[in-house]
């Protein structure tokens, strides 16, 4: 079983910048494929971005490219989500999420992934 356990969140004013944190309880971490995705309020949980267990290849969310991104520690079995330029409509909850298949296969999809944090709250006031 593994555990992801997200940090970072918060409160920024548009414009500003946050950077989150997911660290996993794994010692196979360099093999697995993550992602993170976001919920807010009354909506959907979507895709934001995601990376490969090599570091080397991602893919983002068109509304948050440019803007956003995705980064990992292999050595310490972290995650990362630079967040700058954030707007009003980047408020959710952000989760991180894992899977084992290091396969670089529809990385977007929510089903890919076997393993899910709690989430932490991004709130961006205009």
């Known amino acids: 079983q593994v555990q992801l356990v997200e940090s970072g969140g918060g409160l920024v004013q548009a414009g500003g910048s946050l950077r989150l944190s997911c660290a996993a309880s794994?010692?196979?971490?360099?093999?697995?494929?993550m992602g993170w995705f976001r919920q807010a309020p009354g909506k959907e949980r979507e895709f934001v971005a995601a990376?490969?267990?090599?570091?080397?290849?991602?893919s983002y969310t068109d509304s948050v490219k440019g803007r956003f991104t995705i980064s990992r520690d292999n050595a310490k079995n972290t995650m990362y989500l630079q967040m700058d330029s954030l707007k009003p409509e980047d408020t959710a909850v952000y989760s991180c999420?894992?899977?084992?298949?290091?396969?670089?296969?529809?990385?977007?999809?929510?089903?890919?992934?076997?393993?899910w944090g709690q989430g932490t709250q991004v709130t961006v006031s205009s």
């Open positions: 999420a894992a899977t084992s298949d290091s396969t670089w296969y529809m990385p977007s999809r929510s089903w890919r992934y076997d393993y």
């Open positions: 794994t010692r196979t971490y360099n093999g697995y494929t």
């Open positions: 990376i490969a267990w090599s570091g080397d290849t991602t």
